[in-house]
């Protein structure tokens, strides 16, 4: 009776779940544990080959592609050495945030909150981080939790890579549920980005969890179109690069499509987001090297490395993409076992070594797998489908309409200022948008002349104070009960007719600065620090940097003196955007003028809030930090900050051993 059951169930199954050629338009569909392991497998070896293959091509070709010819498939000598020292592969950033994550939904649950993943990032990501991601973890690091950390308000590279080549793990570990994998991608990608800047990450998630399904280049790319906003911006750039590819159909021809792509998405791209690591730039490189190497690993790999730009993550990602949609046999044997001696009896033998975070362990790649799957299997239960038996195998039962809700979250600032008499609007961040949320809070505490509504705060503040308001969020079943504190003060005294600004630099060296590996956008610069009192600590001519030619550690003040004494008792320091090789303060002093027109330093008691980080390490210094410093009330005709400027190490030679800071404004109150 037991079997005839079996048979009834299994007959009844094959009614209700279709197979893997109509997935798209069906609510459930199924695939064996044994197939998905294969593809999981070839996923995380795929993405392995592709990113030590990459490296060398990393950022090599910008203004032309790759001048060698193609077809030359084989890792670089310095990476065959490490291979060899290691004995099997080893981490980068295109895979160890990945599995960094994985981790983290097996300690904290599959879908974890951003105060985990944040408390993830600040732990074990400690150096050799870059660009968004960088911004992301210093800004989280000094208080700025996500959504806050991937906002353009905190970090200026929103727009660039990163997010795309850290977030596969979210699609891998979720076949054929396109829509959640979208969205989880995508609410992971703001941890670091936004706007557009999140759109490619978008797609790949698409692409990636219907690779489990769908193995045509061609159909995976329409898949990725329906995942983004129609007309937004990677829409229409995927659109643009698709036409470009019919206009130059041979293999190859690929230089001069390339060159179509590189005019249009480089060379006049705004300058407010011109970067050789621009996302939608190198998300176009990833579709076109997909298009040309039509499903083929090796062509693939090959026109994704020869395109240019930030090379290993396209080549990381799409390989790892055609891993799963031709699963771990369609590999190049070549790249898993690149050593003539056969010293590996499976691929990368087995074995990831972890150089790059801290305090995550060195492990077999076979446990990665196996990680993955539960996780997986999680996380398809979780979301309607079953594990089930038939014909003696494992299979999955898949709910291809799966949404993800993530946890609702509140990001707030560590300190809010506004001055009386001035336009006061602030929006609150949270992971849905504002008018969605049902917001609930005591009116009676807030400044006079402020109204709330929607998530923002309105109006023109009237009463100088400090302010704490208790927000209450609902969001369907989910609540949540979050203080947010506003500093009223009075008139900034730095904007006086009075004024005269003085510092240590008044210009920035412009021949030194235009030589060094500058990250950010050009347009934000001013060459003159005369910005430092402007009201404006956003945008173009916002931020001064202190750079000048002398390489040594050097002191660097900024403030303001007057012909008339006043009395003071706060200073906001709003930094402006930091560099790998400087930008920041490694200690910070106030002085003053005495009444015999010396500088002295208060020596009282001075409190800067948030936390002020004293070290000289660029990973932990936030872009556009407001730092309030308090100290006890002073009658003076002078004050200024003062401390050592950081910076110094470096790789690239034009931007070692320089030290100076950045400056967006200096308000005194």
Aim: glycine residues 6%.
């Amino acid at each position: 009776m037991k079997n005839l059951f079996s048979i009834f169930l299994n007959v009844c199954i094959s009614f209700i779940i279709i197979n893997c050629g109509d997935f798209q338009n069906s609510r459930y569909i199924e695939i064996s544990k044994a197939e998905y392991e294969d593809k999981v497998y070839a996923s995380w070896i795929g993405q392995i080959i592709g990113n030590i293959y990459g490296l060398p091509h990393e950022c090599q070709y910008i203004d032309s592609h790759r001048p060698d010819s193609l077809r030359n498939f084989k890792y670089s000598e310095y990476h065959l050495k490490l291979m060899s020292e290691i004995d099997g592969a080893f981490s980068d950033d295109d895979t160890d945030i990945e599995y960094m994550y994985l981790l983290q939904m097996e300690e904290k649950g599959v879908e974890p909150s951003y105060i985990d993943l944040s408390k993830a990032w600040v732990n074990h990501v400690r150096d050799r981080v870059w660009l968004a991601n960088r911004a992301a973890v210093a800004a989280m690091k000094n208080g700025l939790q996500p959504p806050l950390s991937g906002s353009k308000k905190f970090n200026p590279h929103w727009f660039q890579i990163d997010p795309q080549l850290v977030n596969e793990i979210w699609a891998v570990t979720s076949p054929g549920m396109i829509r959640y994998a979208s969205e989880k991608s995508k609410w992971a990608a703001k941890i670091t980005n936004e706007d557009w800047g999140v759109e490619p990450t978008i797609f790949y998630a698409a692409m990636y969890s219907a690779a489990f399904f769908e193995s045509d280049i061609k159909n995976l790319i329409s898949i990725g179109l329906e995942s983004v906003p129609k007309n937004g911006v990677f829409y229409n750039t995927v659109i643009d690069v698709k036409n470009i590819y019919k206009k130059y159909p041979d293999f190859n021809d690929w230089k001069e499509a390339r060159e179509e792509l590189y005019q249009k998405y480089y060379v006049n791209e705004p300058i407010e987001t011109k970067t050789m690591w621009n996302a939608n730039l190198n998300g176009a490189c990833g579709i076109l090297a997909l298009l040309y190497g039509n499903g083929d690993f090796l062509k693939t790999l090959d026109i994704a490395a020869g395109l240019g730009f930030d090379a290993d993550n396209q080549t990381a990602t799409m390989s790892g993409l055609l891993a799963i949609a031709n699963g771990f046999e369609s590999l190049p044997k070549n790249l898993m076992y690149p050593f003539k001696e056969n010293k590996w009896k499976k691929p990368f033998n087995n074995f990831y070594k972890n150089i790059t975070r801290y305090d995550l362990p060195d492990i077999e790649i076979s446990e990665i797998i196996n990680k993955t799957i539960k996780q997986a299997e999680k996380i398809i239960v979780l979301n309607g489908g079953e594990i089930y038996e038939k014909s003696n195998d494992i299979y999955y039962k898949i709910n291809t309409e799966a949404d993800f809700s993530p946890k609702l979250e509140i990001a707030i600032e560590p300190f809010i200022y506004f001055e009386i008499g001035k336009e006061l609007n602030y929006s609150i961040s949270a992971t849905y948008p504002n008018n969605l949320i049902k917001w609930t809070v005591d009116l009676s505490a807030l400044p006079d002349g402020i109204t709330f509504e929607n998530g923002t705060f309105s109006g023109v503040p009237t009463i100088p104070g400090v302010y704490k308001v208790i927000i209450q969020s609902k969001f369907n079943d989910q609540e949540n009960l979050n203080f947010i504190t506003f500093n009223i003060l009075n008139k900034n005294i730095a904007r006086d007719s009075d004024t005269k600004i003085i510092s240590s630099s008044k210009y920035t060296d412009t021949l030194v600065m235009d030589k060094m590996w500058i990250t950010v956008a050009k347009n934000i610069f001013s060459k003159d620090v005369s910005v430092i009192n402007d009201g404006k600590i956003y945008g173009n001519n916002s931020v001064f940097y202190s750079i000048n030619s002398k390489k040594n550690i050097q002191k660097n003040f900024y403030g303001y003196t007057w012909n008339d004494t006043k009395t003071i008792s706060k200073i906001i320091f709003s930094t402006g955007t930091m560099e790998e090789n400087g930008g920041w303060f490694q200690n910070l002093n106030i002085e003053y003028l005495n009444e015999k027109g010396r500088w002295r330093r208060i020596l009282k008691p001075v409190e800067i809030t948030p936390k002020f980080d004293k070290t000289n390490n660029f990973v932990n210094k936030a872009h556009y930090m407001n730092y309030l410093i308090q100290f006890d009330e002073i009658k003076t005709k002078g004050i200024r900050i003062n401390g050592d400027a950081g910076g110094g190490d470096h790789w690239h030679e034009d931007s070692k051993d320089y030290f100076f800071t950045s400056i967006a404004e200096l308000a005194i109150y």
